[in-house]
């Protein structure tokens, strides 16, 4: 008789014990969580804050994708922006706010749904003691349960870290970006204007000024590239749908402004078109821009004697444009994605050429895509609809 009153009271103890650790770990777990939150929100304002957004729909969206919580900016009692129409309750979710600098009225706030677990815990007494009657018996389930859980918990923070070092990261490149746009426009406005000044005078003079042109059209072609860069602090693109690109007469832009660095290096550039010309809905600037990008990496990654090919068709309503080489591939991480800023495999790459490329042929409906074939080399596939 004792000694089963021992073994009730040792189980007892071990199940007051299980369920102790368990409220405890659950409860330490939200507190992190709402911590993680507080600190997002008060990260996420100084960054708002820092770029000048516009407290507009397109950005609460895209702070609900890098945070999973839903967003509003609110302005007293009224919702100005946001992914729901009106603050919900503290009991089903967690808030929390900071105030948004330079607009004192105005506040961000950050909800997340609590779980269900401490909607149980916390609704009622009846839950614990059904657990308090079962942890006996699934007392193994509930510490692989915490243990799970734990790791889960540790996901997430490291998750939330990464996202938010993501929009660190995007800030930086946005404050850098105005100032390059800001400091390089007014010079290249300079030479493009003596430029034409001086095609003008040659043309008046009977001479060939197909030099100054090409200075012009590579002046235009850096303007594309700043507003890219502009693209990063928020800028939205202007609406281009008119516009429209001849992908050989590109090809063949392209082909004489590498062709001296390919003469440099000892590689080849294979050019395939089709006899009749792809028109496709891109800016024609633009596209040069992806496809330098394109083969530059290329020729960073070729050594003498290698070739480098550009394969245009149309194929139904696309036209599909290739740029492959015959180095060692595309070397990085697999979980790690090449067009995403700052990801590079070069020792000198920033990583913002695919990311820019990228936001250009999305732009236009395309699609980017690359692979390392088994026979060795990259291939980089863009595809634009056609015109």
């Not at 709402?34 to 000048?52: G, V």
């Not at 089903?92 to 677990?117: F, I, M, N, Q, Y």
């Not at 995403?340 to 895509?369: M, W």
Request: aromatic residues 4%.
């Amino acid at each position: 008789m004792r000694r089963r009153l021992a073994w009730t009271g040792a189980l007892s103890a071990m199940v007051i014990a299980i369920l102790a650790g368990c409220l405890g770990l659950v409860l330490a777990s939200k507190s992190i969580e709402r911590k993680i939150l507080s600190e997002n929100t008060q990260s996420y304002a100084k960054i708002i804050h820092e770029l000048h957004l516009p407290h507009s729909k397109k950005l609460v969206e895209q702070l609900k994708e890098i945070s999973g919580c839903q967003i509003l900016i609110t302005e007293g009692d009224l919702v100005v922006a946001g992914t729901l129409e009106s603050l919900p309750s503290g009991k089903t979710h967690w808030l929390d706010s900071a105030e948004l600098a330079g607009v004192p009225v105005r506040r961000l706030w950050l909800c997340r749904p609590k779980g269900r677990l401490q909607d149980t815990l916390h609704g009622s007494f009846y839950p614990i003691l059904l657990l308090m009657c079962a942890a006996g018996a699934l007392a193994l389930l509930i510490s692989l349960w915490l243990a799970s859980d734990y790791q889960h918990l540790i996901r997430k923070m490291a998750e939330a870290e990464r996202r938010l070092a993501k929009a660190e990261q995007l800030a930086m490149a946005g404050r850098l970006s105005a100032s390059v746009v800001h400091e390089l426009r007014n010079p290249l406005s300079g030479i493009k204007m003596n430029a034409q000044v001086l095609a003008e005078e040659r043309r008046a003079d009977g001479e060939d000024e197909e030099c100054l042109q090409m200075i012009v059209r590579e002046i235009d072609r850096i303007d594309l590239y700043l507003r890219g860069l502009t693209d990063l602090a928020g800028a939205n693109p202007q609406n281009q749908d008119s516009c429209t690109a001849n992908v050989n007469e590109v090809v063949s832009s392209l082909k004489t402004l590498v062709q001296g660095r390919c003469q440099h290096l000892g590689v080849k550039l294979d050019t395939r078109l089709p006899e009749k010309p792809i028109v496709i809905s891109c800016n024609q600037g633009e596209l040069i821009q992806v496809l330098l990008n394109l083969v530059t990496n290329a020729l960073d990654v070729s050594t003498n004697s290698q070739t480098v090919k550009i394969v245009a068709e149309a194929d139904g309503k696309v036209a599909r444009i290739q740029v492959v080489d015959a180095g060692p591939g595309v070397l990085i991480e697999d979980n790690q994605d090449i067009f995403a800023p700052f990801v590079s495999d070069k020792q000198r790459g920033c990583g913002l050429g695919l990311h820019i490329s990228r936001q250009i042929v999305e732009r236009y409906n395309g699609t980017i895509e690359w692979q390392n074939p088994p026979e060795g080399g990259a291939i980089f596939t863009v595809q634009f609809p056609l015109a």
